[in-house]
């Protein structure tokens, strides 16, 4: 079964640019996370979907940044326009919605942004 | 708010050599402690858990405890291999959303390198 899969696994765009993060969770998992490491500090939670809904995006910076999951598939998070301090690993995991007990969240490999 | 504190790395080691790399914690409630890890070029894997005082997670000759009275989740290994090398963050959650569904909160990780 594939996991997580995010895309680019690398990104360097310029300031002010438009750049677009790719997240595919396992199939069948309802819930999807972001999270973004900036260098040598926390893994930060951004926002959580439940299917297609937003459930809790307390954890997003700005308004520069838009999250989607059209159909609670795949996810897309766009930040525009970009910033110096954006830059940074941006992770994705999902995990299964199951009633009753806590269930995992795998993490893809991350999409490492560079803002020039 | 809910936080973890991990011991600063780089880490580095010679092969066969004992591991321990701190972490304490700052939550309300009676949180579940992790163990992640993230191997160079892949995606974040829980490495082991607990989720109540006095547990012991263990996986991979890994082991750490939940000391409620100390606060601290501390990972430890006998004996480390070359393949060990990676980043290693500690987390916690207490926040379990409907669905049995919970958002870790990461330390800043700590990178271990282990020279043959």
């Known amino acids: 079964e594939a996991g997580v899969t995010q895309f680019p696994s690398h990104s360097v765009i310029e300031k002010g640019q438009t750049v677009t993060l790719r997240c595919d969770p396992i199939s069948g998992h309802d819930n999807l996370y972001w999270y973004r490491r900036v260098m040598g500090k926390e893994i930060k939670f951004l926002l959580h979907?439940?299917?297609?809904?937003?459930?809790?995006e307390s954890g997003m910076p700005n308004n520069r940044f838009l999250a989607e999951r059209t159909g609670g598939t795949y996810s897309t998070l766009k930040v525009q326009p970009a910033e110096l301090e954006d830059s940074g690993v941006y992770f994705c995991a999902s995990s299964q919605n199951r009633p009753g007990g806590n269930t995992e969240a795998f993490f893809g490999q991350g999409t490492r942004l560079t803002v020039v | 708010g809910d936080s973890v504190t991990q011991m600063e790395g780089p880490v580095t080691l010679s092969e066969e050599a004992f591991l321990t790399i701190n972490c304490t914690y700052t939550?309300?409630?009676?949180?579940?402690l992790f163990w992640y890890v993230q191997y160079p070029g892949e995606g974040l894997q829980l490495l082991l858990k607990?989720?109540?005082?006095?547990d012991k997670g263990s996986n991979k000759g890994f082991e750490a405890t939940y000391r409620k009275e100390t606060t601290s989740f501390h990972l430890e290994k006998g004996s480390v291999q070359v393949s060990d090398s990676a980043v290693y963050f500690c987390a916690l959650s207490d926040r379990i959303l409907g669905g049995g569904s919970y958002i870790p909160t990461f330390g800043r990780g700590t990178s271990l390198i282990v020279h043959p």
């Open positions: 939550a309300t409630g009676y949180p579940s």
């Open positions: 607990a989720t109540k005082a006095d």
């Open positions: 979907f439940v299917k297609e809904s937003k459930q809790d």
